[in-house]
C-alpha cells in the first residue's frame, strides 16, 4: 500500500463541491480546504492503483490538477525494517 | 494518544502537504515510529523546472519521496518526481560493466572495460586524429560530469566534437537569448510569475510538462483574478484550462503572428519609446544596424489581417492579444519546445523578446521573457559548463581566440593549445558517425537510439560494425543500450552528490543518501579514471570527487558574467538552490539580471537603469525576423502535421518513469491524437488503429479521437519505446541553433486494419 499527501487545487467557487466528491472516494480522506485553493487529501491505495486514484481525482468537474506532497511506498520495499 | 506506524504515516502525508502551502503542521509534526531515519536533500530528477526534494532514508534504503518546502516549489511534487523510489530499485539497473562480445553484453570487470574503451580511443585518434571521437552528453548529467567530459575531451584529447541532447532541445532558446541580450540564460526567475498580471504562454503545455509552474500560474490568477492568461498552441492542452484567451493557429506560422503583434503594439502607439529608445539597438536579419522607422516599415508585411490569413488567427484576436500584453502591468512570456523544436527556433526566440523589449515589458518584477527548460540540467550542466561543440565554460566561445586563451589559462594548457575548430553539433555528429567519421564516441546519460529525429538514420549509423560506442547508462533497456559496445554503471541520482541548475539559474546540490548497487560508480569517478587510462595529462584531472570540480568550475566562471564564486559547496549543502550570479559568499543571489540595484554585475553607480552587458553597445537587440515556414509542410500526399511531445506522467524515452507501475498502467504505450472532424472524414473511432506514414517511415497506433488536436494536426507521445515516433520525424535543423524541427513535419493518416 502506498500512501500518499496530495493537493487538490480548485477554483474558489468549486472547492465545497469537490471537497463533497473527494469524500465520496474510498481510498481518500480529506484535510479540510486551505487557502482558497487547495483541499489537503491523503490517499491510501494498493500498489499500482496511485495513478488510477489521481486520474480519478483529475477528472471531477471542478479540479484543475492534483500535486503530490508526500509519497511513501515503503511497505513495498524489501528489507527496510519497520 | 497512541497511533498506528499506518495511522502516523497518513498523519506525515497530510502535514507535508498542509505544509507545502503554509499552514500550520503542529498536529502532525511529532516524531513517530514510521519517520525515515534521515532526510537528505536533492533535486528531482526530471524536467526543468528543479523541484527541491527531501529523501526519506531508512536502513539504508529510500523509502519516501517528499517536496522541500524550502526550494522554489514550497514542497509541491508532480506525482512522477514522488514516485522515484520504484526507479532507483528497479530491476533494470546495471550494476556492474558489461562489454559485447559474440554481439552479447556480458559482465566484466572496471579494469577490463574501462581500458578497452581507452584502447580503442587512443586507437582511433591515432589513426585517424581527434576529430574521429566523440562525446554525446545529456541535460541530465551532473554539472561536474558536464564540466568534466568536456575539458576531457577539449583540452585533453584536443577534441571539440563535444555535444549533448540540450541540442535537441533549448539551443534556440541559447541562439534567442544570446543574440539579443548578448547572453544565455534568461534575466528573470520563478519568483516573477507572482507577480505577473499577464502570462503568454505560447509553445508549451505548462500544465504536463511542468506542472510545478502550472500550479504557481494557477494560484497567480486565483489570488489576482484579474491576471490574464493567453495560451498559444494549435492544440487544446490541459494548459488551456486556465487561459482567458486560447490562441489555435496553423502549426509553424507563428512567426507571422508575433510579428503582428508587434505591428498592433506600434500603430496603437502601446509601444515603450523611452524603454527601446534608450536600451534597444534594431538590426535586419543579416545582423545590420537599422532604425525604429525601418522597424515600422519591416512590420508592414504583418498587419492582422495578413497575419489571418498565414496564421488562421482572426485579426481581431490578434489586436486583442497584442493590446493585453502591451497593457499589462507586468507581462511574462513563456515558451519551451513548440518553439525551440523548430527550423526557425532562434528567430522565434528573438521575436518573443522583441515583444518585451518594444513594450519595456523587461527587468520588473512580472515582466520578463522566460524559457522553460525540458530537463534537470540542461541549463547548470550543458548550457552554463559548455557543454556544446561550439562552446567552452561560461558562455564563452571556442571560435574565440580570447576565450580560448582564457581557458587555456585556467587549465593550464600552453597558449594556442586548444583545438580552435568548433566540433559537430548533434546532427551532423550522427551524420559524421554514419558516414564512418567517428570512430569512436563515449555516451553518458541519454538515449540517442530513441530520442534522435529521423531516428532509423542513427540507429543504422549507430549499428556500424567499424564504431564503436560506449555507453554509461543505469538501465539495461535504454534502446541505446543495443548499440554499445561496452555499457559503464554508474552511481544513480542520490546515489551521488552533484549539482543540478534549472531554469531560473538556481544551482542546488543533490546529496549522497544512499549506496549505489553493485559495482556502480559516480560517473565523476568513471570520467576521471578513463581519461586517464586515455593518456590525458593527470594533471587536467586532478579529482577525487565532485567538489573538487565544482570549486574548479566555480574559478573558472568567476571572471565572467557567470560568476557564481559565492555559491560553494558548503552554502549549497545548507540552503535550497541559489541564483546567479552571486559573486561572493554573502551574497543572496540574483533574481532580476541586467537591472541596477538587482544585479551585481550592474555597477551601482552605472548611470541608466538597464545595461544589457553582454552586448558591446550595452543594448538588447530588437531584430527584424520574417515568417518563414516549416521544413516540411503538408502536401496533397501528405496531407496533415504531425507534431510530438510529452503526456503528464512519462518523461523523455521513459527509461525512468517506465519502471513506475503507478505510471506504467496510466500511460501503457503511445497513442495518437486526430481531431474529431478529421477522424470522421477517415471513418476513424477512438481505439481504432491508425496508420501515420511520412517520408521516413510507417507505424500504427491507437487513436483517440477529440477536440485536442485543432483539423490537419495529429499528436502523438514520444516517451514509447516500442512505438518511436522519432522515426517519422524529420531532422531539419535551425541554421543557427542546428536543433532539429521535432515539432513539424508532414503525415498521411489513415485507418489501419485491428492486429
Known amino acids: 500500500m502506498a500512501i500518499a499527501g496530495l493537493l487538490v487545487q480548485a477554483g474558489k467557487e468549486d472547492l465545497p463541491g469537490v471537497e463533497a466528491r473527494l469524500k465520496e472516494l474510498p481510498e481518500l480522506s480529506t484535510y479540510g480546504i486551505h487557502k482558497e485553493q487547495y483541499i489537503v487529501v491523503v490517499a491510501e491505495a494498493p500498489s499500482g492503483q496511485l495513478e488510477q486514484v489521481v486520474e480519478r481525482i483529475n477528472r471531477l468537474p471542478g479540479v484543475l490538477t492534483t500535486y503530490t506532497a508526500y509519497l511513501t511506498v515503503e511497505d513495498e520495499l524489501p528489507g527496510v525494517p519497520d | 494518544m497512541e497511533i498506528t506506524r499506518r495511522e502516523f504515516l497518513k498523519m506525515s502525508a497530510a502535514g507535508a502537504a498542509l505544509m507545502a502551502i503554509g499552514c500550520p503542521v503542529a498536529a502532525w509534526a511529532a516524531k513517530g515510529e514510521g519517520e525515515p531515519d534521515r532526510w537528505v536533500k536533492g533535486v528531482c530528477r526530471y524536467c526543468g523546472t528543479g523541484c527541491g526534494v527531501m529523501v526519506g532514508v531508512k536502513g539504508g534504503k529510500v523509502v519516501t519521496v517528499k517536496g522541500d518546502p524550502k526550494n522554489h516549489n514550497a514542497g509541491f511534487l508532480c506525482l ?100 539579443t541580450f548578448g547572453k544565455d540564460e534568461p534575466m528573470g526567475s520563478y519568483d516573477d510569475i507572482d507577480n505577473a498580471s499577464c502570462f503568454f504562454i505560447i509553445g508549451s503545455n505548462t500544465s504536463e510538462c511542468h506542472p510545478i509552474l502550472f500550479r504557481r500560474i494557477a494560484a497567480r490568477k486565483e489570488a489576482n483574478p484579474a491576471t490574464k492568461i493567453i495560451v498559444v498552441d494549435p492544440r487544446v492542452t490541459n494548459t488551456t484550462r486556465i487561459a482567458d484567451i486560447h490562441i489555435s ?18 500603430k496603437e502607439e502601446m509601444d515603450n519609446p523611452r524603454f527601446h529608445g534608450a536600451y534597444c539597438a534594431f538590426m535586419d536579419k543579416e545582423g545590420k544596424p537599422q532604425t525604429f522607422e525601418d522597424y515600422k516599415k519591416f512590420l508592414e508585411d504583418y498587419a492582422p489581417e495578413k497575419a489571418e490569413k498565414i496564421t488562421g488567427i482572426p485579426a481581431k484576436t490578434i489586436k486583442e492579444v497584442a493590446k493585453i500584453f502591451a497593457q499589462s502591468s507586468a507581462t511574462m512570456s513563456m515558451w519551451c519546445m513548440g518553439i525551440n523544436q523548430r527550423i526557425q527556433g532562434v528567430w522565434a526566440n528573438n521575436l518573443i523578446h522583441n515583444l518585451h523589449l518594444l513594450t519595456g515589458q523587461i527587468g520588473r518584477p ?39 586563451n582564457q581557458m587555456e589559462k585556467l587549465w593550464g594548457l600552453p597558449e594556442d593549445s586548444l583545438n580552435p575548430e568548433p566540433g559537430l553539433p548533434t546532427i551532423a555528429l550522427f551524420e559524421a558517425l554514419k558516414e564512418g567519421k567517428i570512430k569512436a564516441m563515449l555516451i553518458l546519460c541519454t538515449n540517442p537510439a530513441q530520442s534522435l529525429p529521423d531516428v532509423n538514420r542513427y540507429r543504422e549509423a549507430m549499428a ?38 534549472c531554469s531560473e539559474r538556481r544551482y542546488a546540490l543533490i546529496e549522497k543518501a544512499i549506496e549505489p548497487p553493485g559495482q556502480c560508480r559516480p560517473s565523476v569517478n568513471i570520467l576521471v579514471d578513463l581519461a586517464k587510462r586515455m593518456g590525458v595529462d593527470p594533471k587536467l584531472v586532478p579529482y577525487n570527487n565532485a567538489a573538487d570540480i565544482w570549486d574548479e568550475w566555480r574559478a573558472v566562471a568567476k571572471p565572467t558574467v557567470y560568476n557564481f564564486w559565492g555559491i560553494t559547496r558548503e552554502r549549497l549543502r545548507k540552503e535550497s538552490g541559489l541564483k546567479w550570479p552571486c559573486p ?20 551601482p553607480d552605472h548611470p541608466t537603469k538597464y545595461f544589457f552587458y553582454g552586448r558591446p553597445d550595452g543594448k538588447a537587440v530588437i531584430w527584424f525576423r520574417p515568417y518563414v515556414g516549416c521544413a516540411e509542410g503538408p502536401d496533397s500526399e501528405y496531407s496533415f502535421v504531425l507534431t510530438t511531445g510529452r503526456v503528464l506522467d512519462q518523461w523523455h524515452t521513459s527509461t525512468m518513469t517506465g519502471k513506475v507501475p503507478e505510471i ?44 485536442v488536436c485543432r483539423p490537419g494536426l495529429v499528436f502523438v507521445p514520444w516517451f514509447d519505446p516500442k512505438l518511436l515516433i522519432n522515426k517519422l520525424t524529420i531532422n531539419a535543423v535551425d541554421p543557427i541553433s542546428k536543433q532539429p524541427e521535432f515539432k513539424i513535419c508532414a503525415v498521411k493518416v489513415s485507418k489501419a486494419a485491428k492486429a
Open chain 2, 80 to 179: 512522477k518526481g514522488a514516485l522515484m523510489t520504484s526507479v532507483i530499485y528497479a530491476k533494470e539497473r546495471i550494476t556492474q560493466p558489461l562489454i559485447r562480445k559474440n554481439g552479447k553484453l556480458t559482465p566484466a570487470s572496471w579494469d577490463e572495460a574501462l581500458n578497452l574503451v581507452a584502447s580503442k580511443f587512443k586507437e582511433a585518434i591515432a589513426q585517424h586524429g581527434p576529430k574521429s571521437v566523440a562525446y554525446y552528453g545529456s541535460g541530465q548529467a551532473l554539472t561536474e560530469e558536464t564540466y568534466l567530459a568536456s575539458k576531457i575531451f577539449k583540452a585533453g584529447l584536443k577534441c571539440n566534437n563535444v555535444d549533448g541532447n540540450p541540442r535537441l532541445c533549448m539551443a534556440s532558446a541559447v541562439g534567442g537569448y544570446v543574440t
Open chain 2, 366 to 404: 512580472g515582466a520578463t521573457t522566460f524559457s522553460l527548460t525540458g530537463q534537470p540540467n540542461a541549463c547548470g550542466g550543458v548550457r552554463d559548463a559548455g557543454g556544446l561543440s561550439h562552446m567552452l565554460p561560461a558562455g564563452r566561445l571556442i571560435a574565440n581566440k580570447e576565450h580560448r
Open chain 2, 249 to 266: 493557429f496553423i502549426p509553424g506560422t507563428d512567426l507571422a503572428l508575433l510579428n503582428s503583434m508587434a505591428y498592433v503594439i506600434i
Open chain 2, 664 to 707: 506504467q498502467r496510466s500511460y501503457p504505450k503511445a497513442f495518437v491524437e486526430i481531431n474529431d472532424k478529421d477522424a470522421k472524414k477517415l471513418g476513424i473511432q477512438t481505439g481504432d488503429h491508425v496508420q501515420l506514414e511520412t517520408r521516413r517511415d510507417k507505424m500504427v497506433f491507437e487513436a483517440r479521437v477529440g477536440e
Open chain 2, 584 to 603: 561572493s559568499e554573502d551574497h543572496p543571489g540574483t533574481n532580476i539580471r541586467y537591472v541596477r540595484g538587482e544585479d551585481p554585475l550592474v555597477p
Open chain 2, 464 to 501: 556500424r560494425k567499424d564504431k564503436f560506442i560506449c555507453l554509461i547508462e543505469v538501465f539495461q533497456d535504454a534502446e541505446t543500450v543495443q548499440f554499445a559496445d561496452v555499457v559503464l554503471a554508474p552511481a544513480f541520482w542520490c546515489e551521488r552528490d552533484g549539482v543540478y541548475g
